[in-house]
C-alpha cells in the first residue's frame, strides 16, 4: 500500500472541504472496498478523509411513508434494525446477505451505494424502492443517482448523506451470490406500490438496471408465470469467469421470478 | 509519524505507526501479539478476525489509525489464565482444529456470533462462517464446537 495523509473529519462540511483542497484526497467509509484497493495499489489517493466518526451520518429512522438511513449505517445494523425488518423486511435481508459478518460489521450502505460496484447489493434496493438520495449538496432521484461501471452522478467534494427508501406493498430481494466473495453474480430487487412494480437487476451488466418489460408484465399480474418466457437479452451483459453473458441473463429471470414468489408470501 | 494508543486485551499500547499500518501488523508486529494470523490478505479469509469495541472486525482491513482510542480484544485475552474460554475448551474437545491457522479467527467469529444469537442452529452456524475458510477441518467439528460451546454456556 502507498502511504497517505490520514485526517478524521468532524462534520460533513470538513470533510468535503478536505476531500476539495487534497491533491488526491479519497474519502473513507468502512474501507471495506478502499482498503482493499489500496493494498492491491490500485489507487494511490494522497489523503484519505476518514468518516467513520461523524455521528450525524449514522442512524435508522421512519419518516412518512419512507425508510431513511444515513449513510455511515453499517450492513449489521440495517440487517438487524426493527425497524428495517418491519417496514421492508426485503431491505433488512439485502442488507444481511452481504459479505460475511465480519465484512457486515464495518461495511457501510453509503460506502456501497457510493461505488457503484456492478456486483454490489444495495443499488438494487435503492433503484426499485425508487429512493431518494441526499448529498451536502442536493437531492437526487435513484433513476438519475447510478451512472455507469464504479460510476454515480456524486461530483468532487460531494458526500451522499442519506437515503429515503420509499416503503413499498410488496418487495423482496434474490441473489445468486458468488461462491467465494458473496458478491451477487445476478441480484434480482422487485417492488410493488400499488398497482406500480419496479425491478431492479444488480450483477449482471456494467451496472444496476431497471428491467422494464418484467415491470409492466408484473403490473399487468404480479405472479412469477407473468414474467415467465419475457427473455432478458444478452448483448449489455456482463461476461466473466464467473458467469457468461447467456448464463446472466438466465439467472436475471430466474431471480426476479423467486424474489416475486417470496414477496407474495410476506 | 502519527501515534495511536489502542487498548489490547485490556492494555493500552501506544505506538508510533505509519498512516497506512494494518490493525494486524499493529497486532503482530508492534505489540508483539503473533495469534492473529494473515492467511490471505484480500479480506476473504477471516484468520485475522479480532473484535474491537465489541463487534467481530477483519484487522487485516482496517488502519491502526481508524481504531485509535478503541478497544481490541485478539484471540490472546479470551483465557483467563491458563482457564481457556469456552469456545477455546470446545474447540480442543470436539477436534474443531488440524493445523490450527485459521482457528484464532474461527473463535474470535464464534465467540461473537454466540453474543448475537445464543442458540445458533446448525444452518446458522454454517452461514455465519462465510467469512472464515478452513482449509483442513471441512468444518464439520468447528460447527459442532460451535453447537457445544452454545449449550455449556446456556447450562452455566
Ligand atoms: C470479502 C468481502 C465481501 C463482500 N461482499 C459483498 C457482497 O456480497 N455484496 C455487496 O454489495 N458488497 C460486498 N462487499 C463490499 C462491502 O459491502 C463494502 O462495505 C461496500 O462496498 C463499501 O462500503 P464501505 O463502507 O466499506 O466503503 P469504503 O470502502 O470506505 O468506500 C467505498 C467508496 O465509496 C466512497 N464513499 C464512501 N462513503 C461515501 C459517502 N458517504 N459519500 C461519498 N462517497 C463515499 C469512497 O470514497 C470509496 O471510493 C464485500 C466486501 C468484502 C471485503
Ligand atoms: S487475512 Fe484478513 S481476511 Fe484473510
Ligand atoms: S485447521 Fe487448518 S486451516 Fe483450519
Same mark, same amino acid.
Given at each position: 500500500m502507498y502511504n497517505f495523509e490520514y485526517h478524521q473529519a468532524k462534520s460533513v462540511a470538513e470533510a468535503s472541504e478536505l476531500s476539495l483542497k487534497t491533491e488526491e484526497g479519497k474519502l473513507m467509509a468502512g474501507g471495506m472496498t478502499l482498503i482493499p484497493t489500496l493494498k492491491q495499489r490500485l489507487a494511490k489517493p494522497s489523503d484519505i478523509i476518514d468518516?467513520?466518526?461523524?455521528?450525524?451520518?449514522k442512524g435508522i429512522k421512519k419518516e412518512g411513508n419512507t425508510i431513511v438511513i444515513g449513510a455511515m449505517t453499517r450492513h449489521f445494523d440495517v440487517a438487524y434494525s426493527d425497524i428495517v425488518k418491519s417496514a421492508i423486511p426485503a431491505l433488512a435481508h439485502l442488507a444481511g446477505h452481504i459479505g460475511d459478518p465480519h465484512v457486515r460489521n464495518r461495511g457501510t450502505m453509503g460506502g456501497s451505494i457510493a461505488n &457503484?460496484?456492478? #456486483?454490489?447489493?444495495?443499488p438494487a434496493g435503492v433503484v426499485a424502492l425508487n429512493a431518494t438520495l441526499t448529498t451536502n449538496k442536493r437531492t437526487i432521484k435513484a433513476d438519475d443517482f447510478f451512472k455507469g461501471l464504479f460510476e454515480t452522478a456524486l461530483e468532487p467534494g460531494e458526500i451522499l448523506t442519506q437515503v429515503a427508501f420509499n416503503i413499498p406493498d410488496k418487495a423482496w430481494y434474490m441473489k445468486f451470490p458468488?461462491?467465494? &466473495?458473496?458478491? #451477487?453474480v445476478v441480484g434480482a430487487f422487485v417492488a410493488k406500490f400499488g398497482s406500480e412494480v419496479r425491478v431492479a437487476i444488480t450483477g449482471a451488466g456494467s451496472y444496476v438496471f431497471r428491467q422494464k418489460a418484467f415491470e409492466a408484465a408484473l403490473t399487468k399480474s404480479f405472479t412469477p408465470e407473468a414474467i415467465k418466457d419475457i427473455v432478458q437479452p444478452q448483448d449489455a451483459l456482463n461476461s466473466d469467469i464467473h458467469a457468461s453473458a447467456e448464463y446472466r441473463a438466465h439467472l436475471v429471470n430466474v431471480m426476479a421470478r423467486r424474489a416475486v414468489a417470496h414477496a407474495n408470501t410476506l | 509519524m502519527p501515534t495511536v494508543t489502542i487498548t489490547v486485551n485490556g492494555k493500552p499500547e501506544t505506538r508510533e505507526v505509519e498512516n497506512r499500518t494494518l490493525l494486524v501488523q499493529f497486532l503482530r508486529?508492534?505489540?508483539?501479539?503473533?495469534?492473529?494470523?494473515?492467511?490471505?490478505?484480500?479480506?476473504?479469509?477471516?484468520?485475522c478476525v479480532v473484535h474491537i469495541d465489541g463487534y467481530s472486525a477483519k484487522s487485516c482491513t482496517m488502519l491502526a489509525t481508524q481504531v485509535n482510542g478503541s478497544n481490541v480484544k485478539t484471540?490472546?485475552?479470551?483465557?483467563d489464565g491458563d482457564k481457556l474460554h469456552p469456545m477455546q475448551e470446545a474447540f480442543r474437545e470436539n477436534h474443531?482444529?488440524?493445523?490450527?491457522?485459521?482457528t484464532p479467527g474461527m473463535v474470535m467469529s464464534a465467540v461473537y456470533l454466540l453474543e448475537v444469537n445464543k442458540k445458533p442452529n446448525e444452518q446458522e452456524i454454517r452461514s455465519w462462517l462465510e467469512g472464515n475458510i478452513c482449509r483442513c477441518t471441512g468444518y464439520h467439528n468447528i460447527v459442532k464446537a460451535i453447537a457445544a460451546c452454545a449449550d455449556a454456556m446456556a447450562k452455566a
Open positions: 468518516l467513520g466518526k461523524i455521528a450525524e451520518l &457503484s460496484d456492478p #456486483a454490489a447489493d444495495y458468488n461462491p467465494a &466473495s458473496r458478491y #451477487a | 508486529e508492534s505489540i508483539g501479539l503473533t495469534g492473529t494470523h494473515v492467511g490471505c490478505d484480500t479480506s476473504q479469509c477471516g484468520a484471540i490472546e485475552g479470551l483465557a474443531g482444529l488440524q493445523c490450527g491457522f485459521c
